[in-house]
């Protein structure tokens, strides 16, 4: 029912589908609030992370970090894969950085030197640079596409297509249809603030899985 200017617009609209009474109609209520924030994320390790150049370092860095000795290995491999999860976040931030920023960064740059290139056809270091900057920004794009394949958990389709602004695009539906903005107490009651939805959602699980 909704494009994809609707999404980007409006992330977290939804509709609810009132009682028809005796009409054969029912009404549709528009709800257009912010987005709720349950917390910080779980941590997800992404395919696109291991094309970068200073991936393995990382890797080998946070792995030979010294861990307190145990009786048992499995805690002490368990504190390597914590080590290795810190040091993943870290680097996130700070060296990969968000994807799509540094395509259109690329792209600017790229777009840049052409320009310069039209008026110097000339310049060796322009068009040296020209193609850094043009293998620089392939590299980017697939990791985009990569990154945006295994966030919009689309399967069906292959790497390599330029499908990312397909899978942008799934992601942003993804996202909408697996928000929960409210839900209903066993006393019929809706709970729509985010401290009541967790509260609610713990006391089923509590009732499912604690005998009476």
């Given at each position: ?102 395509v259109l960064e690329c ?15 000339c310049n060796g270091a ?87």
């Amino acid at each position: 029912m909704v494009n994809e200017e609707w999404l980007s617009a409006f992330p977290s609209s939804h509709v609810n589908l009132d009682s028809p009474d005796i009409s054969d109609h029912s009404t549709i209520s528009l709800a257009i609030q912010s987005f709720p924030s349950f917390g910080l994320k779980p941590f997800k390790y992404f395919d696109t992370w291991a094309s970068h150049p200073s991936f393995l370092t990382i890797v080998v860095q946070a792995w030979e970090k010294p861990v307190t000795a145990f009786s048992s290995p499995l805690i002490a491999f368990s504190r390597k894969l914590k080590n290795v999860k810190a040091a993943f976040k870290d680097w996130n931030s700070n060296t990969f950085g968000n994807i799509s920023q540094q395509v259109l960064e690329c792209k600017d740059r790229l777009g840049s030197i052409q320009i310069r290139l039209q008026s110097d056809h000339c310049n060796g270091a322009l068009a040296d640079e020209e193609k850094a900057t043009s293998l620089e920004l392939s590299s980017l794009l697939a990791r985009e596409e990569s990154f945006q394949k295994q966030k919009s958990r689309i399967k069906r389709l292959e790497l390599g297509d330029s499908n990312s602004a397909y899978f942008h695009r799934s992601l942003k539906a993804k996202v909408n249809a697996n928000s929960i903005f409210h839900l209903t107490a066993q006393d019929g009651s809706i709970v729509s603030t985010v401290k009541g939805i967790k509260d609610l959602a713990v006391q089923h699980f509590k009732g499912l899985f604690t005998s009476s």
